[in-house]
Every structure is written in structure tokens, then in C-alpha cells.
């Protein structure tokens, strides 16, 4: 019972989110991120600018308080980039994830709503919110 209520939507979300992301990323092209530039490009960059409240990269500075909640997202990224990877492999790893812990994370919470009996439309809940 527990293999088939926490390991099968396991795998099932981490194939259909693998799916996902090589479509998307299958000629290496980035998305882009309009006025924000992109964080996935050069996340140690990004992360020394946001790692203080003062950004001294602007002119004289300015305080910038909603850049520190970045932060710890662009440490993060930034260990694949020290390690080598592409701009485009941060990225799709980052969807990646990001899409697999939306997928799963919709089909725990409904399974803890519905209960462990309504397995399929959890499953749903969670194959709906990821697309």
C-alpha cells in the first residue's frame, strides 16, 4: 500500500516532469525574464549583488531590501555553475524541480484531503496542477 500511495506518483511526476523539460530545452535555448534579467545566466554574479541589502553594483548604492530574498535561490544555483554547468542546464534544472515539487507536492496535499482511498484523484489533482 505504501509503494503505491508515495512511490509510483513519485516516479510518475519525476518522469512526466523530465518529459516536460526536454521539450522545452531540447535545441538549448534559455527563457527569457523581461525586466529582471535572467538569474539562471550567472547566479554567482547575481548572488553577490543581492547578498547585501546595499547594492554597491548601482552608482553610489542603493538600498534594495526585497533582493535579499533572492538570495539564498542564487546560492543555491550558483553550486551548479561553480561545478561547471551551462546557463541552460542551471535553468532547466531549476524548472525541473520546480515542476516536480508543484506536481508532487498537489497530488500530497490532495491525498491528505481526499484520503489515502481517493489515490487517482489525487493523482489528477496533481497531473492538473502540473499542466
Known amino acids: 500500500m505504501v509503494k503505491r500511495i508515495y512511490i ?8 512526466l516532469s523530465a518529459i516536460l523539460i526536454f521539450c522545452w530545452f531540447r535545441f538549448g535555448f534559455m527563457y527569457g525574464g523581461g525586466d529582471t534579467g535572467l538569474p539562471t545566466y ?6 553577490n549583488i543581492t547578498k547585501s541589502i546595499w547594492w554597491d553594483s548601482l552608482a553610489p548604492g542603493i538600498p534594495v531590501a526585497q533582493g535579499l530574498t533572492s538570495a539564498p535561490v542564487l546560492f543555491i544555483l550558483s553550486i551548479p555553475q561553480s561545478l561547471g554547468a551551462s546557463p541552460v542546464f542551471i535553468q532547466a534544472l531549476l524548472f525541473f524541480v520546480l515542476l516536480f515539487m508543484m506536481g508532487y507536492g498537489m497530488y500530497l496535499l490532495a491525498l491528505s ?3 489515502k482511498s481517493q489515490f487517482l484523484l489525487a493523482i489528477s489533482a496533481g497531473v492538473f ?3
Open 8 to 15: 509510483t506518483p513519485l516516479l510518475l511526476f519525476l518522469i
Open 42 to 47: 550567472n547566479p554567482q554574479a547575481a548572488f
Open 113 to 115: 484531503i481526499f484520503g
Open 129 to 131: 496542477y502540473l499542466f
